[in-house]
């Protein structure tokens, strides 16, 4: 697969993406994440596990049932999607 489909992958893996970075410095649950995205609970957790394995979030904790997760600020892919976004931003 190529590095641009593993980060942005679907649709729902976009949006949770780009809710995660514009809400950076933020935890979430995924039912909050669920819920802001308006993506279905089970499609939100497939994606979490994308968004780790590429180290674009992080895990705080896991409670149970519940994960808890942000975005991995010290990720150099991170840094750059975090300038994209705010640079795409800029030319609407």
Do not use: C, P, Y
Request: aromatic share 6%.
């Amino acid at each position: 697969m190529r590095e641009l489909e593993q980060i942005f992958g679907s649709l729902a893996q976009t949006r949770i993406l780009q809710f995660l970075l514009e809400n950076k410095g933020k935890a979430f649950n995924l039912s909050e994440i669920a819920e802001n995205t308006k993506v279905a609970h089970s499609t939100v957790g497939r994606v979490i596990k994308k968004l780790l394995d590429q180290d674009l979030i992080e895990e705080i904790t896991r409670w149970k049932q519940m994960r808890i997760v942000r975005l991995n600020n010290e990720s150099e892919k991170t840094k750059i999607l975090l300038k994209f976004l705010e640079d795409i931003k800029k030319t609407k």
